[in-house]
């Protein structure tokens, strides 16, 4: 059992390396197979020494001091675990349906080997149930390589380009974007209007009759003020009120 999940950890670390390749893996989601390659290998090193009872040992003392029944909180940590990581595996390995395939049977090996020891299984006698939980363990560990070693060749057969990628494809942009989108398009596709620009060309007759008209204006505008001014000057000088000094003053 130690050497199986070994070289399962093994086989995790060959994918990891190889599924870097993808372009698209914007999440970074090749990374389980890290995890994966940890978690094979913490479980080949339980299997060889007696780390598994220490680490029992501390759950026990843990559900204890919680006031959790100790024979339901190992259990439970260990299904948990499982489920998680298993889940995460299959969801990377979906597109590999011999993978999957291989997955799902070494479920089926845990479950018969998680019922025997509970003792599920009335029909087995008691001299076989250890051969029986021992022998779906090491069933659940072969088709866990198998499965790895399944998968890394079908993300070799991906880098060669014999099989087809999915490529993700790009989210439709939201209500609000498009219609910022569209708006802004139109803008830009609307003309702008035209710039006054100076030239030495003689106005047209039109705008020329109106310059004179108001040339002729302004002048019998500037004669009458000339006239008035004439005619103040003729009138005898007389003294300035104070409004009329401040009015001074601000214009000075």
């Given at each position: 059992?130690?050497?199986?999940?070994?070289?399962?950890?093994?086989?995790?670390?060959?994918?990891?390396?190889?599924?870097?390749?993808?372009?698209?893996?914007?999440?970074?989601?090749?990374?389980?197979?890290?995890?994966?390659?940890?978690?094979?290998?913490?479980?080949?090193?339980?299997?060889?020494?007696?780390?598994?009872?220490?680490?029992?040992?501390?759950?026990?003392?843990?559900?204890?001091?919680?006031?959790?029944?100790?024979?339901?909180?190992?259990?439970?940590?260990?299904?948990?675990?499982?489920?998680?990581?298993?889940?995460?595996?299959?969801?990377?390995?979906?597109?590999?349906?011999?993978?999957?395939?291989?997955?799902?049977?070494?479920?089926?090996?845990?479950?018969?080997?998680?019922?025997?020891?509970?003792?599920?299984?009335?029909?087995?006698?008691?001299?076989?149930?250890?051969?029986?939980?021992?022998?779906?363990?090491?069933?659940?560990?072969?088709?866990?390589?198998?499965?790895?070693l399944t998968y890394a060749r079908y993300v070799v057969l991906e880098i060669e380009g014999k099989v087809a990628v999915k490529v993700a494809k790009p989210k439709p942009p939201k209500a609000k974007k498009?219609?910022?989108?569209?708006?802004?398009?139109?803008?830009?596709?609307?003309?702008?209007?035209?710039?006054?620009?100076?030239?030495?060309?003689?106005?047209?007759?039109?705008?020329?009759?109106?310059?004179?008209?108001?040339?002729?204006?302004?002048?019998?505008?500037?004669?009458?003020?000339?006239?008035?001014?004439?005619?103040?000057?003729?009138?005898?000088?007389?003294?300035?009120?104070?409004?009329?000094?401040?009015?001074?003053?601000?214009?000075?």
């Open positions: 059992a130690a050497v199986l999940l070994a070289l399962a950890g093994v086989a995790s670390l060959y994918i990891y390396a190889l599924r870097r390749h993808r372009v698209d893996d914007y999440h970074g989601r090749y990374r389980v197979w890290l995890w994966t390659a940890l978690a094979c290998l913490a479980v080949s090193f339980g299997e060889a020494s007696n780390f598994a009872a220490v680490l029992r040992t501390l759950c026990h003392w843990a559900a204890t001091a919680s006031n959790v029944d100790p024979s339901i909180a190992w259990p439970m940590i260990v299904a948990g675990a499982l489920l998680v990581m298993g889940l995460r595996v299959l969801l990377e390995v979906w597109r590999c349906r011999s993978a999957v395939a291989l997955f799902s049977l070494m479920a089926t090996g845990i479950l018969v080997a998680t019922a025997s020891f509970h003792g599920w299984i009335a029909q087995v006698p008691a001299e076989h149930q250890r051969l029986l939980i021992r022998g779906s363990w090491l069933a659940a560990y072969i088709l866990l390589l198998a499965a790895l498009a219609k910022k989108v569209a708006r802004r398009q139109d803008a830009e596709s609307k003309p702008e209007p035209r710039k006054a620009v100076r030239t030495d060309l003689e106005p047209a007759p039109a705008v020329a009759a109106t310059l004179k008209l108001s040339s002729g204006d302004s002048d019998t505008r500037q004669s009458s003020r000339t006239e008035s001014r004439i005619d103040r000057d003729d009138e005898p000088q007389r003294a300035l009120t104070r409004k009329e000094r401040r009015r001074l003053r601000r214009a000075a």
